[in-house]
RNA sequence: GACCCCUUCGUCUAGUGGUUAGGACACCGGCCUUUCACGCCGGCAGCACGGGUUCGAGUCCCGUAGGGGUCGCCA
């Protein structure tokens, strides 16, 4: 039997960063299985249950890479979903769910309550064949214990999470139910009603928590619990995917910079940990690094140049091989894809803004009569390349008796209005003669 | 209160009775670099605690402590 994985968020308004880990792992294990990947939209609840909140989440999801086989197209509940198992909307699926209580009540396992209908819950321990933490044996608590039947129709006829999860992964022949830890005491509830319904149980992995740096709960106000902080933050999507897929997995090799396929290849549930794990910001920037260094040329061009639309810098104007060669200058120098604008905007705008602390400390009286030399020397030059530019420079340094880097930070400051940024040599070869004899002259008018 | 899960450097992890307990991020040095990075070299740092079992325990058992989760007519 193939595999049949399913992610089954609850419209909330936004995508939490566990419940990413938690598509992540049924996307890779489906992937790599060969299997389907369902999403299904639990919005039985109340309001809350928005397109626009659906919407969230299926934007996340696409942001991610993760494509799901079977569910819904938008996150309007009324447009035909994907797939031939559906609805993939709860509230789409009332009927079925009206069948199955029926077929529960007709059973005498489930019985009205005070208008609401509750389910025999049996009072002996359940065990739970759970391919992380193994059998679990879940006995019944104190409180159970007094009553350990539970509701699974409310009194105004809606069918309650346990039921309706339950009844969809039958209805949907789920084979593999991957979900989070803070499900696992629960899961005896699930295995009472697949039992109920005289079904063979589906495999039950329950994966880690995700926790802050700090131990605690991540909830929504965390920094890092939503999924809006990685798609606006810079961050590349593998990266992000490469990250969380280290989070609770390990590929028990010392790899960890890994490409989707290859985390495709290699997942698997025997390597997913039984350890709560601790978000660390610091790690998946440093992964972000390696992934947009791993770039193709092409791919970094296109990343680079919607930075630079979204900061407002026109690009436009220039001919591509003056932008290409700017954006060549940023390889395996940029960290963040939001840093981009930042370190090579001076490209691409007529005006250098200078660093207030930066042309303070370039731009000193002293310093005038040295740049202004250099400026004569760049100008007299017949070759503008990075390596005779740096001649001239030591050239022009040694003729005033002053060291290199006398001439280097103000120049640089010249050029670019910071004291980091690309190559220097290099940096001026792009932006041309003119241009930078043009910067020079700009620069020496404020000293 | 009850029930369930978990516990190796600060963090993510390797480790399935015999290892100088390995790697990565972070951090701290040095080299390289006339910017900032990258890179290279080196360093700091860990088996929660207490009992067992065993010739031998990070690995197995029990207990304690700590962390997380669940016990709802929320999902």
Redesign the pocket.
């Known amino acids: 039997m193939s595999v049949r994985v399913r992610f089954?968020?609850?419209p909330?308004g936004y995508l939490h960063i566990g419940g990413a880990r938690t598509a992540l792992f049924n996307w890779l294990y489906a992937r790599h299985a060969g299997g389907i990947f369902v999403l299904r939209v639990?919005?039985?609840?109340?309001a809350r249950n928005t397109r626009e909140a659906v919407d969230v989440i299926l934007d996340g999801l696409r942001w991610l890479g993760l494509d799901w086989d079977e569910g819904p197209v938008s996150g309007d509940a009324m447009q035909e979903s994907k797939g031939d198992r559906g609805p993939y909307f709860?509230s789409q699926r009332g009927d079925i769910y009206q069948r199955r209580i029926q077929e529960l009540l007709d059973n005498e396992l489930a019985y009205e309550?005070?208008?609401?209908i509750?389910f025999r819950m049996t009072r002996e321990?359940v065990t739970?064949p759970d391919l992380v933490?193994?059998d679990?044996?879940?006995?019944?608590?104190?409180?159970?214990?007094a009553?350990p039947d539970?509701?699974i129709?409310?009194?105004?006829g809606?069918?309650?999470?346990?039921l309706?999860?339950v009844v969809d992964d039958i209805e949907m022949g789920i084979t593999h139910v991957i979900r989070?830890?803070?499900?696992?005491?629960?899961t005896s509830k699930h295995v009472e009603l697949f039992k109920a319904f005289g079904v063979e149980l589906p495999k039950f992995a329950?994966i880690?928590?995700i926790?802050n740096?700090d131990?605690?709960?991540m909830s929504k106000r965390d920094t890092g619990a939503s999924m809006t902080t990685y798609m606006e933050g810079g961050y590349l999507p593998a990266a992000v995917v490469n990250y969380l897929s280290?989070?609770?997995?390990?590929p028990?090799?010392?790899t960890?910079v890994m490409p989707v396929a290859e985390l495709i290849k290699r997942f698997d549930l025997p390597?997913v940990?039984?350890?709560?794990?601790?978000?660390?910001m610091?790690?998946l920037?440093?992964?972000n690094?390696?992934h947009i260094?791993a770039l193709e040329p092409d791919d970094f061009i296109a990343q680079a140049l919607g930075q630079l639309q979204a900061a407002g810098i026109d690009t436009a104007a220039r001919d591509a091989d003056y932008t290409n060669a700017a954006l060549a200058l940023c390889t395996?120098?940029i960290?963040n894809l939001n840093d981009i604008a930042g370190y090579i905007g001076f490209f691409f705008r007529d005006a250098v803004e200078f660093n207030a602390e930066a042309a303070e400390q370039a731009f000193t009286p002293e310093n005038r009569p040295h740049l202004a030399a250099l400026r004569e020397a760049y100008a007299d030059l017949t070759q503008f390349d990075a390596d005779s530019l740096?001649e001239s420079?030591?050239a022009t340094?040694a003729a005033r008796e002053v060291?290199?880097?006398v001439l280097?930070?103000p120049a640089?400051v010249a050029c670019t209005g910071?004291?980091?940024?690309?190559?220097?040599y290099?940096l001026m070869e792009v932006l041309g003669q003119a241009e930078v004899v043009k910067r020079f002259d700009a620069a020496l008018e404020t000293m």
Do not use: Y
């Open positions: 089954a968020p609850s909330t639990e919005d039985t609840d109340d709860q309550h005070e208008g609401a509750k321990p739970i933490a193994g679990v044996v879940r006995k019944l608590t104190d409180r159970e214990e009553d539970f509701v129709v409310r009194s105004d809606k069918p309650v999470f346990h309706v999860n989070g830890e803070d499900h696992l005491s629960n329950h880690p928590l926790l740096n131990g605690s709960k280290l989070l609770g997995w390990s028990k090799d010392d960890e390597g940990q039984r350890a709560n794990a601790r978000f660390d610091a790690k920037d440093w992964l690094f390696e260094r395996d120098k960290k740096m420079l030591k340094a060291k290199n880097k280097v930070m640089r910071s004291k980091v940024g690309p190559s220097l290099h």
